[in-house]
């Protein structure tokens, strides 16, 4: 489907590709790589496209990594959710939330059925990003964790991995809102923290796993010494 909506934005009249363009506007596109859908595309501005690159990351790496329970978790949500599901990227919002679900698709491309979408159904939600980023997902967890990776690259690469999963567990939050729109805001937030949890830990775990077997001064604070 990736290849069939690339084509689709590729074919559209030239007047409209330049006008896009000369917005600023710009897709990415990522698919969960064990799942035929949905098919993630990332609306966002040239200035924010390393930040639409997190996004992709998460559903293209980082949901992989993810343990069995976090997959099972959402693998009824996902299976029933939107076949084609749109981001819009925004760095804040003005009510200060996270993330919201559109009823109104407002991305022009997507908000007419089209044959490249191979009938399946389109959602949109946006995401603010350095809500995201500022956000404490699960404060106690958070930093105890930090406490152990001391400074340096692994410092480094566990905040990006932190990061992106807390864009993949809105992503998450929103698409089960989108489903189950009867569903209390507790029961859906429980779930995403839970996914968010589990997939952090998991995480954790294989390095602390992969590090034991090398000699890294930045993880000298890991276990018992
Ligand atoms: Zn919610």
Not at 108 to 119: M, V
Request: proline share 4%; glycine share 6%; hydrophobic share 40%.
């Amino acid at each position: 489907m990736a290849v069939a909506v690339e084509s689709y934005l590729a074919a559209r009249p030239r007047w409209i590709r330049w006008h896009e363009w000369l917005r600023g506007r710009r897709y990415t596109l990522a698919s969960f790589p064990d799942r035929s859908r949905p098919l993630v595309i990332v609306a966002h501005s040239f200035r924010d496209a390393a930040r639409g690159r997190q996004i992709a990351l998460a559903v293209e790496q980082d949901w992989m990594a993810a343990p069995a329970r976090c997959h099972e978790a959402y693998e009824e949500i996902l299976r029933r959710g939107p076949g084609i599901i749109i981001i819009q990227l925004r760095r804040k919002n003005i009510c200060g939330c996270l993330g919201h679900r559109h009823l109104v698709m407002k991305e022009a491309p997507f908000a007419e059925p089209h044959d490249a979408f191979g009938g399946a159904q389109v959602g949109e939600m946006d995401i603010a990003y350095e809500r995201v980023e500022g956000w404490l997902a699960s404060p106690l967890m958070d930093t105890a964790l930090d406490t152990q990776f001391m400074a340096g690259s692994r410092l480094q690469e566990f905040h990006a991995r932190q990061l992106r999963l807390r864009l993949l567990s809105v992503l998450l939050h929103e698409t089960h809102h989108m489903v189950f729109s009867q569903e209390q805001e507790d029961t859906v937030r429980e779930r995403s923290l839970g996914f968010y949890r589990d997939a952090l830990a998991n995480y954790v775990e294989n390095a602390r796993a992969t590090l034991s077997l090398t000699i890294d001064r930045s993880f000298s604070r890991f276990g018992r010494d």
